[in-house]
């Protein structure tokens, strides 16, 4: 056995001590709780834009996760069942470029969706029109994300986790599918921020009535008064020598002519002679 061979065996003995004592480590401090991660770690980004980015590589995650793991676990099939979700996470920050992920949002979202799975499906097959495992592996990952954000972040609006399950869709989904996930995410918003989702409404409904208000102030209308004068203007629109027009059919309307104006002369000067002749 050359030196190259025994130091090569040598150094996968030492690896697979390695291995075995972090994964009893992991083990033993999952057991006592100690499993915890970093909400804020200061050496990756916590912006919007950065959990924005951790629901990504989330989704990408539960994806591999329910279709290796999840499925085999369900369906009782021998097959893959060494794909855990701590597992995908650490192969995923070692072949990734995460600086600009928040880290701490992408390990909470991977330990705690798949410890909560059976309570999420629960919460998400209450609103469908099939059963759970009959969705799209991506939808399904979609909604567990939505699901997880409404129950147990509470500091984030219902409306951010439907905008973001949107997003997620747009990038990963099928083109009809934000349908279903809205419809979902919405009724599962109405139950479990029911507060939220009313207060919401209200100040809709006052952002409403207010401007409404303000419009009427600045334009105030009668609209009884305007259909009064416009329906005046019609029955009694002038001529063009401004005098109202009159039916030809009115009898009884009198008119005075030339012909009438000399008569009512003539018998004036008649009757002044007459007056004269009987003075003579």
């Known amino acids: ?10 150094a996968a003995k030492t690896a697979q001590a390695n291995d075995g004592q972090a994964e009893a480590t992991r083990i033993a401090s999952s057991s006592a709780g100690d499993q915890t991660f970093d909400m804020s770690e200061s050496s990756y980004k916590t912006s919007h834009t950065a959990i924005r980015k951790a629901r990504r590589f989330a989704m990408q995650g539960l994806y591999e996760w329910l279709v290796t793991d999840r499925r085999f ?7 893959w069942k060494a794909n855990a979700p701590h597992d995908i996470a650490a192969r995923t920050r070692a072949t990734n470029a995460m600086h600009t992920v928040h880290i701490g949002y992408y390990h909470e979202m991977m330990r705690d969706i ?32 939505g699901a997880y954000e409404l129950q147990n972040r509470i500091e984030i609006p219902y409306k951010v986790v439907l905008d973001e399950a949107m997003k997620l869709n747009n990038h990963f989904g099928a083109t009809d599918a934000h349908k279903l996930i809205n419809a979902v995410l919405d009724k599962m918003a109405g139950e479990l921020r029911a507060l939220e989702v009313q207060a919401d409404t209200n100040a809709n409904l006052r ?13 105030p209308v009668d609209s009884i008064e305007t259909a009064t ?52």
Do not use: C, W, Y
């Open 207 to 219: 952002t409403s009535q207010k401007a409404a208000a303000k419009q009427s102030e600045a334009n």
């Open 229 to 280: 004068e416009t329906e005046s203007a019609i029955i009694d629109e002038p001529t063009a020598s401004n005098k109202p027009r009159i039916s030809a059919n009115k009898a009884n309307v009198k008119r005075s002519s030339a012909s009438k104006a000399s008569a009512n002369i003539s018998d004036f000067k008649a009757s002044k002679k007459n007056a004269n002749d009987t003075k003579d």
């Open 114 to 145: 798949p410890e909560q799975i059976e309570a999420l499906d629960a919460l998400i097959s209450q609103h469908l029109d099939r059963e759970v495992d009959k969705l799209d592996t991506v939808e399904h990952a979609i909604l567990l994300i």
């Open 73 to 79: 676990d369900v369906d009782g099939k021998l097959g």
């Open 1 to 10: 056995m050359t030196d190259q061979l025994k130091r090569a065996i040598s």
